[in-house]
């Protein structure tokens, strides 16, 4: 348990270090809502999600801490507090490092970012009953994967709406083999960034 605390309050201060990484700041501020859905991860993209009556609403903040020179990818630490309710009411945080790829071919109409987060970790205030194996058991502590779509003006970038799938997950019984698939929720959202 101590070393998902430890991973948390590194990544924290790499989001406080300013410049350490990149010459120009740019952090992110924003919120998003979802639902869950009891299908993996990709299962909304198939039409084969069944959503149940527990909802998301969450607060999420990043910093920009690596830009390529020649290309349009950056690293970002994303953070996230939010809180559940419906079946059950528990808090969670959340930390995950996010690639952002900043270029698609029409970027000048509309411009997209897909944004990846598979290697974060979650804890939430307590097991939600959703998130329970055959007998029961779960964690509190889980691992992390995001994957995000943001849209935004070419004209103003600061301005972002997006579509995230939040994901919790034991990463294929690494974490613990208590046989429950996590939580998903898709939810929308819009960051301001700065």
């Given at each position: 348990m101590k070393q998902h605390f430890s991973a948390i309050f590194?990544?924290?201060?790499?989001m406080l270090a300013p410049g350490a990484f990149c010459e120009e700041l740019d952090w992110s501020v924003g919120t998003y809502v979802g639902q869950y859905y009891d299908s993996e991860p990709a299962?909304?993209?198939?039409g084969r999600a069944n959503y149940l009556d527990q909802y998301m609403v969450a607060l999420t903040a990043?910093?920009?801490?690596?830009?390529?020179?020649?290309?349009p990818l950056s690293l970002e630490i994303d953070g996230m507090v939010g809180q559940q309710s419906g079946v059950a009411s528990l808090t969670e945080i959340a930390v995950v490092p996010m690639l952002r790829w900043s270029s698609f071919p029409w970027k000048d109409y509309v411009q997209t970012d897909l944004r990846l987060g598979?290697?974060?970790?979650?804890?939430?205030?307590?097991?939600?009953?959703?998130?329970?194996?055959?007998?029961?058991?779960?964690?509190?502590?889980?691992?992390f994967l995001v994957i995000e779509l943001a849209f935004s003006s070419p004209r103003k970038k600061s301005e972002e709406f997006f579509a995230r799938l939040h994901h919790r997950c034991a990463v294929y019984d690494r974490l613990n083999d208590y046989g429950a698939n996590g939580e998903d929720f898709f939810a929308v959202g819009y960051r301001h960034r700065f």
């Open positions: 590194v990544s924290g201060l790499l299962g909304w993209t198939q990043s910093k920009t801490i690596w830009r390529s020179k020649t290309l598979p290697l974060g970790v979650s804890y939430t205030s307590s097991v939600s009953p959703l998130e329970r194996g055959t007998l029961g058991r779960g964690s509190q502590t889980l691992g």
